[in-house]
């Protein structure tokens, strides 16, 4: 069935650091792909998306590319801030099966001043 | 429209007793998902609807769990005979159901169930 593989966190950096959190799934057909944000004591936010191969989703200064060739999609930022400390989950829905997304476990980033 | 309201926030319950949520959707959204998350996991799909009819149930919703959509609109999920393995947050989401929108899915706040 389809699954989502993220790196396991927690991830701690250094405010204006590089940020790069792994996702790797498993699907038979097309799905979409998704990256949601938790900040702490909030509910679920969608942070971007991407429907097809190759389509680049950004917001918030944050960016993910759909890899259909490597089955990936990295979140990327080029420079953190302590207010983007937050839980981030890699998720993916497939239209045939419902539309139900499938996420993975998480990971937790933690920005220092 | 606020977004997906659930209710209650929380909910503290004895083991073996009934809890019931309810979820209001996004009215325009005719797609709702039920999703149980515990520490430190992402959280896994329960059930959805499409309007009133429940399409698909994941092999978590035990005969213990029922969820209902009547009229398409809120929906509730109840546990019967809670057991303390039930401790989580349960989260509705809403979608419009459409491919253009990439499944665009609103979230909302869910409810934390501690079974004691």
């Known amino acids: 069935g389809n699954s989502v593989t993220q790196m396991e966190g927690p991830v701690t950096l250094s405010e204006e650091a590089f940020l790069t959190i792994n996702c790797t799934y498993t699907?038979?057909?097309?799905?979409?792909l998704f990256w949601y944000v938790q900040y702490p004591g909030e509910g679920l936010q969608l942070l971007l998306k991407a429907t097809k191969a190759d389509d680049k989703g950004s917001n918030k200064g944050f960016e993910a590319t759909y890899r259909k060739e490597t089955t990936s999609f990295h979140l990327e930022k080029g420079s953190v801030q302590v207010s983007d400390s937050a839980v981030y989950f890699c998720a993916l829905s497939d239209l045939r099966q419902g539309g139900k997304l499938i996420f993975g476990q998480g990971t937790e980033l933690s920005v220092k001043p | 429209d606020t977004g997906v309201s659930q209710d209650p926030r929380h909910k503290i319950t004895k083991r073996g007793q009934n809890v019931t949520f309810r979820c209001d959707p996004i009215?325009?959204?005719?797609?709702l998902y039920w999703y149980r998350q515990t520490l430190g996991q992402g959280p896994e799909f329960l059930t959805y609807f499409q309007n009133e009819a429940q399409l698909e149930k994941s092999r978590l919703l035990s005969d213990r769990f029922s969820a209902e959509r009547p009229k398409g609109s809120f929906s509730t999920l109840e546990i019967q005979r809670t057991e303390q393995g039930d401790s989580a947050m349960y989260l509705c989401?809403?979608?419009?159901?459409?491919?253009?929108?990439?499944?665009?899915?609103?979230f909302g706040s869910g409810t934390r169930l501690t079974v004691v």
């Open positions: 989401a809403s979608s419009p159901g459409d491919r253009t929108t990439g499944y665009g899915y609103t």
């Open positions: 009215s325009e959204h005719n797609r």
């Open positions: 699907a038979t057909g097309y799905p979409s």
